[in-house]
């Protein structure tokens, strides 16, 4: 599922090319001729995928893998191998796959890609808009944006000064405040024998309608699927939202917000000022984080929780008051 | 008071006008014809306003609310009643004067707003100035920077490369560094039957003399009354300053601070790295916040608080010691 | 040591000018002929130099301390003595050695600063580049860049739209995203009876291979000397890194983190989301901060530490838990 408007995929290749690119053997005989086509994260693999399992915590995800090949651990292999998946044995599954992945998939559309500018749009002269970009009647694109490539842009949208969009489709009625920037490549980093690299990021933003993202704040795109904002998601300043991350309807987002990757926040949720979350928490529906907490663990629907780290708010009022107290002894 | 550089009133509307456009009734006799000229805060309103008034902890602004007619809900109504204003009794005042706000008042000038830049100002060819902006002599404009219509920039100013300045008026000597963004609209939503809307924003900044704005920090026009930051303010990079907050003359504020709405912050203050302040806050003269307070509470002047939620400095490091001591046991 | 790519020193004065022009008495008799050529930081000042000692905190840096002359207070007069360095003793050194900078050193090259851009980089049309800038071949610099006078990059770098670079070098194979701002002077304030005034920032950024820098995070120049990132360290959005900071190899930097000045980083170590770091703290290698770690003092080489403030992982594990055992009784 490579958004051929951003991306282009490499040839297919056999698995047992792919297995002597890594420097494995293939261990399940007749398997070398099956066709790899694209790398694809372990819950959302399909036949022709490659995907890696190398954390066992996202065991659950084996549920609905269903990828040929699997880079894995020798560990971790039969786990694989229960699922029908091929395991291809790494000592470092996560960094092949890295390497893998940006051997695979290419930055760039292969061909044109397809937009359509709406005479009904109006976009400040001095604004960089790249080849096949779409934007919508009634659109207003400010001075310095960067739109590259690829991007859509709905109707009715208010594109502030400076903002920089990238990989990213944005609906209808949204507000992008000055100089906040969609689409950069997220913040993640593999090691093998060649050093320090990053992550190649194959997925995009998608942004739905009436969403609003605050100045110089930054939305990363998926490292393989997307970072999702829904409808009448209204962000302040300076927030950052890491690739992956996923925002319910009409939840609402405080200047300085943190929100690590692949965190899924629910609808009609409210975080205020300076709250963060650590990577892959869930936020149920309704929830309220309070200004500055520190988010560990889930939270479940409609409740609200306080403090570093987070806890619900009355357990963390009890903390606050019983410190006090014993401190005045 | 409606800054006619930035904005358009429209026509002034009888207030039975009012009343059949917000779907209320109009339970003063006579009333009807009293003329409603522009929308303004509650404390600061005058003959000739339409305000709201919709939470009761606001109350002491009655005192000097003095307009024509108030939003408020029927509960509130006798409060309102008795202060010589005319109550529209309204399910969410708060919202219906957020719509009139909008129909009353627009975004630009009505005729061509006066600006005048000084020959003796140097301005990159590649900044993007408005209509009607005004820059001083001996003021340095700095590339791919954006003044927009009715700004005003006072003499010997250095604007670093990619500001964006709309909606207010920058004094002399001040020096805003690469990327901050002053004037943009402030974080506040509200929800009628037609969905979350942004409240629109009526406001200015106004930066005195020797100011000093860091990277990429923000700072939020008001909503009704203006963003006030006095002479030699000094803040650093990606500080969050909310609509409406005022600062006092010399106040430091180090890099991530975060201010929300309406605070008011002394004169000689230190807010040191990643502080922040809860909205409607009072900070007193010469207050010092520690680094990563997180204060929910007034200041009074002179004093230092630290912690999340702040306390007196004293009482902080009591606290903070106290529990290591019962932790080793 | 001023790099004369981006700064220009003022003729050299004799000691007996320099005590005249601060207001002070040279109580050292034939002293007066020393000439000055350049103010540098204590610690690593030469002859020629005048420096400043008013901390006594920063006593140890006398021992590498060999100017000329020295700043100082009465009371500390008897310590700089010791070292052979002529004292100067004012009421406020630090205040003053700020005003004697901004008076022998000016921004901008003397002559035409060096460089070169090689044919093989790829400069967006829209991009500014000033005098003397240095570009190494398959650098890309994206749309809106503003490369400023003096600065060198290395090969196969990556600048990303609106990224702003000045008084810094920048190595191979970086990548530096949207909108970051690389050389801006740091935060620090000087007083005297003129006002408060920005101390003058004469240092540089030295920016080694294979960086990172992420989304509108900053990076200030050095104040005297440099501030350093060394090779692979990676660095995430919205980060403030301070003036005079060191970062070691293969440091990794999430969202948010905030780190204030002359803190010196070692190698390989994590700091996680918003974690951040007080002035003049010393990071051990391979130390780990958590998320939100709030630190106060150093941390040795290979600890964790956690909590605001800031302390080892157990001790603060411990913390919580007790605090929560008490709060249920």
């Known amino acids: 599922m490579i958004d051929h408007q951003f991306y282009t995929m490499g040839p297919a290749i056999p698995l047992s ?17 099956d066709i790899i086509e ?13 995907t890696f399992f190398s954390d066992k915590r996202r065991k659950g995800q084996l549920v609905t893998a269903n990828a040929t090949a699997c880079l894995t651990t020798e560990k971790l292999a039969p786990l694989v191998a229960e699922t029908g998946m091929i395991p291809l044995i790494l000592e470092n599954p996560r960094a092949s796959f890295a390497r893998i992945t940006g051997d695979m998939v290419n930055e760039g559309s292969a061909g044109k890609p397809e937009g359509k500018i709406s005479s009904g749009a109006t976009i400040h002269p001095s604004a960089s808009i790249g080849d096949g970009v779409s934007i919508g009647s009634g659109t207003v694109v400010g001075a310095f944006c960067v739109i590259e490539s690829g991007v859509s ?15 990213a489709h944005i609906g209808d009625g949204c507000h992008i405040k000055s100089g906040a920037v969609i689409g950069g490549s997220g913040f993640g980093m593999a090691e093998d024998k060649s050093g320090i690299f990053n992550i190649p990021h194959i997925g995009r933003v998608m942004i739905r309608d009436r969403v609003q993202i605050g100045s110089k704040s930054c ?7 997307d970072t999702v904002i829904c409808d009448d998601v209204k962000i302040d300043n300076l927030v950052q939202i890491a690739h992956n991350v996923s925002i319910g309807e009409g939840t609402m987002i405080a200047a300085q917000v943190g929100i690590s ?10 975080l205020a000022g300076r709250a963060s979350i650590a990577d892959h928490i869930n936020i149920g ?12 663990t889930d939270v479940p629907a409609g409740e609200m929780h306080s403090g570093i780290p987070a806890m619900p708010i009355r357990e963390h009022m009890r903390s606050v008051a019983t410190l006090k107290k014993l401190s005045k002894k």
């Open 17 to 33: 090319e792919l297995a002597h690119k890594l420097g494995t053997a293939l261990e399940i005989e007749g398997a070398g001729d």
């Open 261 to 270: 990757g692949s965190c899924v926040i629910g609808k009609k949720c409210l």
């Open 38 to 50: 694209w790398p694809a994260a372990l819950g959302n693999s399909q036949p022709g995928c490659v």
């Open 153 to 167: 842009v709905g109707v009715n949208c208010e594109i502030e000064p400076f903002v920089h969009v990238s990989f």
């Open 219 to 225: 939305v990363d795109r998926g490292q393989l699927g």
């Open 285 to 296: 529906d309704g929830a309220i984080l309070a200004a500055h907490a520190g988010v560990m």
